[in-house]
């Protein structure tokens, strides 16, 4: 999945391991390397800055780097490029899992999911309501998404199937009022959160991004959680901006990782957007929703350690 950035890593370290089996390699030569390497990566959609971003870390860890000659140098600079790859992932780390955020905070903890259209929001959120009722406590779902038409149904049925309560709207009708509901619901009887559905919006649609802004202001959540589409590559990252500057995000959640056949956007989503990885997506199941793991990214990019 992550073929294409793989490969150029390996490339990267044995011009490196070349250049330095001979002398200490210089920052200009360094830079050389770099740049062939970084077209590379832009070319497997990692963002502009993140290449910049890893380029000075990687600057930093082997420029001046002196081995003597020997066959294991190759090792040597492959261990340094994770050791600089595992510094950038590890930052996309939430604080506290969701389970524990939900545990310690206020009861009912809050959580509004956006993005735009057909990025997985509705199937995530069943996932996230199966893993909150697996760890012992109950959500409700709400579904805000009172827009699109079947977003009720589909939403009332993953409800179904789980067992889990579900607060439902009018199609046409105020998604922030059907939010209050939920709240109400789960305030009433005791629950432990509320996971709030969203209908697909682009930024361009100023009714719609006013609308979210609105839900936002309403509800007050915990928790703003954009999710967003590996295979959506760069794309993801203006999305994050846009839906950053509506509401302020607190943290993404990253699907369709089992698809991701092109690569680099989950790397580059992660040192681009700045935001804490919740979970990623990896199916379409209910139990295809994985704490995000910055070493197992790492291994996907390079191969098992
Ligand atoms: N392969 C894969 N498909 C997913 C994942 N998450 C969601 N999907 C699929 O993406 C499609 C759109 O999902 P949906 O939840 O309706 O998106 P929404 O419009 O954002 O609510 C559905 O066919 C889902 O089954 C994932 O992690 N992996
Ligand atoms: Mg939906």
Request: hydrophobic share 45%; net charge neutral.
């Amino acid at each position: 999945m992550f073929g294409k950035i793989s490969k150029a890593l390996k490339s990267l370290t044995k011009k490196v391991s070349e250049a330095i089996s001979t002398k200490e390699l210089t920052e200009e030569e360094f830079d050389e390397i770099f740049d062939e390497f970084s077209i590379q990566l832009l070319e497997g959609d990692v963002a502009y800055d993140a290449v910049e971003e890893l380029r000075e870390i990687l600057k930093s860890k082997l420029v001046g780097l002196k081995l003597p000659r020997f066959k294991g140098s190759e090792k040597v600079v492959e261990e340094r490029i994770r050791e600089a790859l595992r510094e950038l992932l590890t930052k996309g780390r939430p604080e506290k899992d969701l389970i524990t955020l939900v545990k310690e905070g206020p009861h009912p903890y809050k959580v509004v999911f956006m993005g735009v259209n057909g990025v997985g929001k509705t199937t995530t959120i069943a996932k996230v309501a199966y893993l909150l009722r697996k760890n012992g406590l109950l959500p409700v779902i709400v579904a805000s998404d009172t827009f699109r038409a079947g977003a009720q149904e589909q939403l009332a049925l993953h409800a179904r199937k789980l067992g889990i309560p579900f607060i439902k709207g009018k199609y046409g009708g105020d998604p922030a009022a059907v939010a209050v509901d939920g709240i109400r619901y789960a305030e009433a009887n005791r629950l432990d959160a509320v996971l709030i559905d969203t209908a697909g919006r682009m930024h361009t649609d100023r009714n719609l991004m006013e609308e979210i802004r609105k839900i936002v202001r309403v509800v007050r959540p915990q928790m703003k959680v954009l999710v967003l589409d590996a295979l959506t590559g760069n794309d993801a990252i203006s999305q994050a901006q846009w839906f950053d500057e509506a509401v302020g995000i607190d943290a993404v959640i990253l699907t369709k990782l089992d698809a991701d056949a092109k690569g680099g956007s989950a790397l580059s989503i992660l040192l681009a957007i700045r935001k804490p990885i919740l979970y990623v997506g990896v199916g379409q199941g209910y139990e295809d929703l994985l704490p995000y793991d910055p070493d197992e990214i790492l291994n996907r990019l390079l191969g098992e350690g």
